[in-house]
């Protein structure tokens, strides 16, 4: 079983990491090359681009500039913060489901494309929906193409499944006909005004929470999610079909 996940917007490049263990990220070099794309670009534009603050802006346009420079890398699962970050707590894992971790969980990202948790990175904001020119390239979906599938697929077992808890975003840069997996997608609902609704803020964390369940059940068959029941989430058999898996609360 491979997960999908969304990264974050919110780094944490400050707290102290409870391990050192880590490993390099398959496209450092794709990249630097969107880094050098990134430099040209002046704050102003960079708010424009992402639709940010200046303050912000300001904020990436010295991380841009001081990319090649800096020395301070950090695993992707503890340098993401953000809602599905706090569901998951990666710094809480014991160092007994680390191999089953970096194993099972995949992050995407719009600067490296494909992370496992001990992946070292560097601080940088570009989220997958981003419509950054590359060369040729008019958008990130473009600039990945196939890339980021096609090494999910060299790393894909025999009859392993792909259990999708990113975003729509991050999603779309993956290409399903090409996958040489099943996807089930995980869909977490709360109760409000007399229907079940995604709350965003809680699907995030949700999301972070069913990943954090794998990993300390060490998950080997997909089903077994079935059986997901923090924070009062329980499967809802009617509600879902065979590949959406509708989760209830």
Not at 162 to 173: D, R, T
């Amino acid at each position: 079983m491979k997960i999908l996940l969304s990264p974050a917007k919110t780094l944490d490049f400050e707290s102290t990491i409870p391990s050192y263990k880590s490993s390099e990220a398959v496209f450092t070099t794709k990249a630097d090359r969107l880094n050098r794309v990134l430099q040209k670009k002046s704050p102003k534009k960079l708010a424009e681009l992402m639709h940010i603050s200046m303050k912000l802006a300001e904020l990436n346009w010295e991380r841009n500039q001081e990319w090649e420079k800096v020395s301070q890398l950090r695993q992707a699962t503890y340098a993401f913060k953000g809602a599905a970050y706090v569901g998951l707590d990666a710094y809480s894992i014991s160092t007994h489901d680390f191999d089953y971790f970096q194993n099972t969980l995949r992050m995407l990202s719009g600067q490296y494309g494909i992370l496992r948790p001990f992946d070292l990175i560097k601080p940088y904001r570009l989220e997958m929906g981003t419509k950054l020119v590359i060369g040729r390239k008019k958008n990130l979906y473009d600039f990945w193409g196939e890339n980021i599938t096609k090494e999910l697929n060299g790393e894909l077992e025999e009859n392993e499944i792909v259990v999708n808890l990113a975003s729509n975003e991050y999603f779309k840069v993956i290409k399903p006909k090409l996958l040489n997996a099943e996807i089930i997608t995980p869909i977490f609902k709360d109760y409000k005004n007399g229907q079940y609704k995604v709350l965003s803020f809680f699907a995030k964390k949700a999301r972070g929470l069913m990943t954090r369940y794998a990993v300390d059940n060490q998950i080997e068959n997909v089903e077994q999610l079935k059986t997901f029941n923090i924070d009062s989430y329980a499967f809802d058999e009617k509600l879902s079909s065979d590949l959406d898996w509708v989760f209830t609360r």
